[in-house]
């Protein structure tokens, strides 16, 4: 694998890590306005 | 007493309030899970090495910053807007979006879609099912001759699909995998929104991210396997995957290959977004919820899909048995890849073909809710005869495809016609509709109603002119370089022909129902076309 390659891979991969971890710290931090209890039918 | 955002004159339809999501991590799983299926471990490698390696990833990020996530977002706030209104089917949310009779006429797309999509999707399913089976019970036999591996490779997908004979399947266990796996889909929808979709998403994601972790572990750490090719190393496959060719760049075909792998990868125009939002309450995080959806779906594209399949075929076959299409890489490449691997090829191969039952059976389950809903508030059906409905519907259409299995053409023609033109179609729908009807303004004060963050400024643009635009170049150069094969197959094949004519009656049979479920909702007096009560800025 040439240096481009390593560079690319690294890039990518590091983006959609690390949009999850933003998108699921700020989901898992931000209080839900309410957790529904009731049955769905 | 309701809020003042809500439109306090419009009566619901009593069938369409009574389902919700009951958490917000649920409705992002199982959103995510829609979208995650087999493509994002097999189309999108293949389509990358074919396109540049890693120079694929300029335009395919491009596309997901330009289109992708603009899109989803739309989705998501006019199907939360929808719901908040009363409807959960496509027609009736974009009725009350688009104000009018054409937007939902144009929803019947939204069923068309997903329902379709579905009667062949559950045989692919049913196929993962089978493979991980036989993998698990050591009933996979290559021979002990590794250079005959690949014909008895091709000849046991051949026995699990039938593609060498039209009806082959019929009495023979592919059936009875088939059968399962439609009995636990509707199953599941059969539950309920939360206790089936919603319970299902939230520990089929997990596992299928576990048994992602474990089958990529083991590609990468299978080092040099042959000492007399040290080409074919771990290194190696992931330098025909990633190193990059940016002569590439400069072809249409590779800037089109990245947009329609972003586009079907993130179920954008596929009417299950629109209907999954339209379940959501009007203080619930649209912009968060779509976001951490399609981050989902490119952490297992760009970080599973990318790094396991064609690795794992390079240091075995070399660069040859390292490209082909979802088929042929997923069902015929990989299990010679494990015949390979010796002793642990069995438990990885189970890994493997588990990994993609659950990446299909979560996206499959998504594209049975939209018709139900459909069903229940615009044809009034109870939950117990929509299941009912649905289930003889989908078995019908799917039984067809599983009989014409020769060369898999109606599986082919049905995913031409409907499963990427009317998903580019429903697409444009949407976008236009959201940009150019509903109004930017007025879509993005919906979207952030409740949200914990802001759209980017450009997102108005982007929506309003780029995205068609991106979308109308796409459709352009998809049906230039495509469509001319098909329609000859068309008129050469009368199983194509026949399954195009099979299309096309429900699509009147679709526009049929959604003139019914017109009358029926202006009778029950609802502000069908959402002129009543509209939400406060």
Known sequence: MTTAGWVFMTLSLAFVLALSVFCY??????????ERTDDDR | MPSPNE??????????SQERWQTRLGVILAVAGSAVGLGNFLRFPGQAVQHGGGAFMIPYFIALLLLGIPLAWAEWTMGRYGGQRGFNSAPGVLGVVAR??????????????????????????????R???????????????????????TNLFQEFSGSHEDGYVFGRDGLLFWVIVMGINLWLVHRGLSRGVEAFSRWAMPAMAVCAIAVLIRVLTLGTPDPAHPELSVSGGLGFMWNPNFAKLGEFSTWLAAASQIFFSLSVGFGVIINYASYLSNKDDVVLSGLTASATNELFEVGFGGLITVTAAFVF????????????????????????????????GFLWFAMLFLAAITSSLSMLQPFRAFLREGLGLSFRNSSLAIGVLVSAGSLWVCYFSRDLVALDTMDFWVGTLGIFSLAC????????????DKGIREAHRGASMRLPRAFGFVIRYLAPAYLLVIVVGFSVQELPGYVQGLLKNPTARNTLLGIGAFVVFLLAAVRVAERRWRAQGLDLNGTRGDTQP
């Open chain 2, 7 to 16: 439109s306090p004159a419009a009566p619901i339809p009593p069938q369409a």
């Open chain 1, 25 to 34: 710290v700020k989901v898992l931090r931000t209080k839900p306005h309410e």
């Open chain 2, 131 to 153: 493979y991980a089976w036989v993998y698990l019970v050591g009933d996979v036999d290559l021979g002990a001759d590794p250079t005959r591996y690949a014909a008895q490779a």
């Open chain 2, 317 to 348: 076959l070399g660069a040859s048995g390292a490209v082909g299409g979802v088929f042929g890489l997923g069902f015929q490449t990989l299990p010679v890849v494990f015949a390979h691997m010796g002793g642990l090829g069995r438990l990885v």
């Open chain 2, 429 to 440: 729908v949407q976008t236009l509709i959201f940009g150019w009807v509903f109004e930017v």
């Open chain 2, 100 to 129: 009018g009779s054409v937007g939902r006429y144009l929803g019947a797309l939204g069923l068309l879609v997903p329902i379709v999509v579905y009667m062949y999707y559950v045989l692919i399913e049913a196929w993962c099912l």
